[in-house]
């Protein structure tokens, strides 16, 4: 992956102080990172974080432990 490609994926991550006390969320959900990172932690797939979380793509996932890496 470029690092414009990997740069595009990490706007997907937005933290707003208006929006769930400025906790990193996905881009137009207030499902915050760190929830993403705990159900992975937990056991859960990708796809049983989107079953649980229907806003949520797998490529959202994705997003969330790659902003985790950079960070």
């Known amino acids: 992956m470029t690092d ?3 740069n595009k994926l990490l706007k997907r991550v ?3 102080p ?3 006390g400025g906790e990193p969320c ?3 959900t207030r499902i915050h990172v760190a929830v993403i ?3 992975l932690v937990e056991g859960l797939t ?3 974080i989107v ?4 806003p949520l793509t797998e490529e959202d996932v994705r997003v969330a432990v790659a902003y985790f890496e950079r960070n």
């Open 18 to 20: 208006k929006i769930s």
């Open 37 to 39: 990172l705990d159900s």
């Open 26 to 28: 996905i881009r137009g």
């Open 51 to 54: 079953e649980h979380y229907p």
């Open 4 to 6: 414009t490609a990997y």
């Open 46 to 48: 990708p796809a049983e």
């Open 14 to 16: 937005v933290s707003d």
